[in-house]
């Protein structure tokens, strides 16, 4: 007899040995079958619906059990989650958006560290996402990969480079996913596919096992769609030492950022200061300041980088000029990082990210060190500003997205506008939640708030506290309707304007501003009124407010020179050169000599070669 039967006679013969060998084969069964649950639970969760495309890599890590009581449940059971596609996996490439990056370099032997977090707090992690090529795209098109259909509005796309983990969480493929934000890369595409994004202080979460782009602004970010699961992330990843702090909060509104925007601000601004009115205390009354004036103000650093300006335009070209900074350092550091590699594997690239590749590898600039004290006076300011417990209020994005497969690009007064939204928190490494707040146009809008560097759980509280304040008030701004009109009174109208004249001359602009809305209430068919009530705003940097003014003179009277000059130069301060032009040749059109009309002429023409 050989040994197997002999040890199969024994085996009969012991009916205890049976039992156990029953009860560890039930047990084998019973843990196949879970697994199997799991796997296809996991499935249902993650499954996107055709054409999506935001994953790029398909696999599943598991959390490790839940610990036994009396130990702490796991902040984050049963959560699926996603990771774009330049976190380290390991056993796995990660593709930096590009399969030459993927065909080069060899598996990771180790998680990075923020995927280890996550999962041993019980979340699961499902795949890796699409991504721009090396994290340098802004609109989230991909020329391997595809690029990823926005759910939020399907014509146009998703914004980069996280594209694939927004559209992940917005098609509720997954409940959160986790990114990096460098210039923008996590919040543009949670601002155009509708959902919240956390842009985290730069190295408060660890960045070990990612890929870097620019290692000091590159920092951990991640998405969701609903707030407690966007606070609970936090909660994981967060240090303890980035706790909230205690105090009346304060909002600091930006308004020049807000006169960028063609949105009224009854869709912004005003929800969010009533949202503030309506909450239960805790907040001081809101501020608002001209935050490209206070940046001039407060960053000296910054003067070698600003360009010629006028003293209405200074707060414009302080914005402009350290979003230059941004872009100079994210140049030199990408460079410093990969230029060998690029310049020995010569990938191939998509058009936009090319462009920016060949900029960052060619980049020569030997004033280096002035980058860094440019971030380090910022970082300073902004904390000055906000001291502990103030949160600045600015718009995420300048405005919609590109339409998919176009072949139109970004424009420079786009980008302008955008990298000066997005370089106020990159630059100065601070935080930064992105909070959607419906649509204008058919497309998703957002808001952004900014606290200090390192109050990062202070600022998921406050969103947590007033999101569904500000979705309540999304609906009734929905709702609102014009005030009635006043009777006219043609005497009393004229005395007040001449009270905001001289108000003006007084350089009272905000008194000016009170005597002129007094006059269009008693008689709005006075192209005059608006007219001056323009020059006003324009001193104050309320450059929407002077544009819709200019708007209803030019209504009024076809023929006003100064309404075409003052609304010419509020375009031109929001960075609409082309329209700004039309503007100034309106005018020259009527007055041939005019000189304001013809410097103005001139300059915008260098900006639009």
């Given amino acids: 007899m050989d040994s197997s039967a002999r040890s199969g006679a024994t085996g009969s013969s012991n009916p205890r040995a049976w039992i156990v060998a029953g009860v560890a084969v039930a ?155 460098t210039t923008g890369d996590l919040r543009i595409p949670a601002s155009f596919c509708g959902v919240l994004g956390f842009r985290s202080s730069h190295g408060v979460v660890s960045t070990l096992g990612t890929l870097p782009n620019s290692h000091s602004l590159d920092t951990i970010g991640w998405l969701a769609r609903d707030p407690h699961i966007l606070s609970r992330v936090g909660d994981a990843l967060l240090p303890v030492a ?51 004036q206070y940046i001039s103000s407060n960053v000296p650093s910054l003067k070698e980088f600003c360009e010629p300006s006028t003293k209405l335009q200074e707060g414009k070209s302080a914005l402009k000029a350290l979003c230059t ?33 060949l900029q960052a590898v060619n980049f020569t600039d030997d004033n ?115 005030p009635p009109v006043i009777d006219r009174d043609v005497d009393a109208s004229e005395l007040l304007k001449e009270k905001g004249n001289n108000s003006f001359k007084r350089k009272q602009w905000s008194k000016a501003i009170e005597f002129y809305s007094g006059a269009i209430k008693l008689n709005e068919t006075n192209a005059t009124y608006y007219c001056n009530r323009a020059a006003a705003y324009l001193e104050l940097g309320r450059f929407k407010q002077a544009e819709a003014d200019c708007d209803q003179a030019l209504l009024l009277d076809k023929k006003n020179v100064k309404a075409y000059l003052r609304r010419g130069t509020a375009k031109e301060s929001c960075m609409n050169y082309q329209e700004a032009l039309q503007d100034f040749r309106h005018a020259l059109a009527l007055e041939p000599q005019n000189k304001t009309a013809l410097a103005a002429e001139r300059r915008l023409q260098k900006h639009l070669r």
Avoid at 434 to 457: E, Q, R, Y
């Fill in 325 to 357: 900074v941004m872009l100079l350092l994210q140049r030199y550091e990408f460079k410093s990082n990969h230029e060998d590699w690029v310049n020995t594997v010569k990938p191939k690239l998509g058009l936009e990210v090319s462009t920016r590749v």
């Fill in 242 to 292: 980035a706790c909230g702090l205690k105090g009346k909060r304060q909002l600091v509104f930006a308004d020049d950022c807000f006169e960028l925007l063609k949105i009224p601000n009854q869709k912004t601004v005003d929800v969010i200061e009533n949202a503030v009115h309506t909450l239960p205390g805790g907040y001081q009354p809101p501020k608002h300041i001209n935050i490209g």
């Fill in 27 to 181: 047990g084998v069964i019973v843990l196949a079958e879970v697994a199997r649950r799991r796997r296809r639970w996991l499935r249902g969760k993650s499954s996107p619906p055709p054409y999506s495309g935001a994953f790029c890599d398909r696999l599943e890590l598991a959390p490790p059990p839940q610990p036994p009581p009396p130990a702490a449940r796991q902040q984050l059971l049963d959560l699926a989650f996603a990771v774009s596609d330049n976190f380290d996996i390991e056993g796995h490439v990660a593709g930096f958006g590009n399969p030459d990056w993927k065909r080069t370099h060899k598996a990771a032997s180790h998680t990075a560290v923020a995927v280890k977090v996550l999962l041993k707090q019980g979340a699961t992690c499902v795949g890796r996402t699409v991504m721009d090529e090396l994290g340098f795209g802004v609109t989230g098109e991909n020329l391997h990969c595809g690029t990823p259909i926005n759910p939020a509005s399907p014509s146009v796309l998703p914004g980069g480079s996280c594209s694939g983990a927004a559209v992940a969480v917005s098609a509720q493929l997954v409940e959160f996913a986790l990114g990096t934000d």
């Fill in 368 to 482: 280096i060190k002035s980058l860094y004290i440019v971030r380090t006076e910022w970082r300073a300011a902004l904390k000055n500003l906000l001291k502990d417990t103030g949160i600045l209020v600015l718009p995420t994005m300048a405005g919609h997205p590109l339409k998919r497969n176009s072949k139109q690009r970004l424009s420079s007064e786009f980008e302008d506008k955008m990298y000066a939204f997005v370089s106020i928190a990159a630059l100065s490494g601070c935080c930064q939640a992105t909070v959607p707040l419906g649509n204008h146009n058919d497309h998703p809008i957002s808001i952004s708030f900014v606290a200090a560097h390192g109050s990062d759980k202070f600022l998921l509280r406050a969103i947590l506290d007033m999101y569904s304040t500000i979705q309540e008030q999304i609906v009734l701004a929905s709702k609102l309707t014009l």
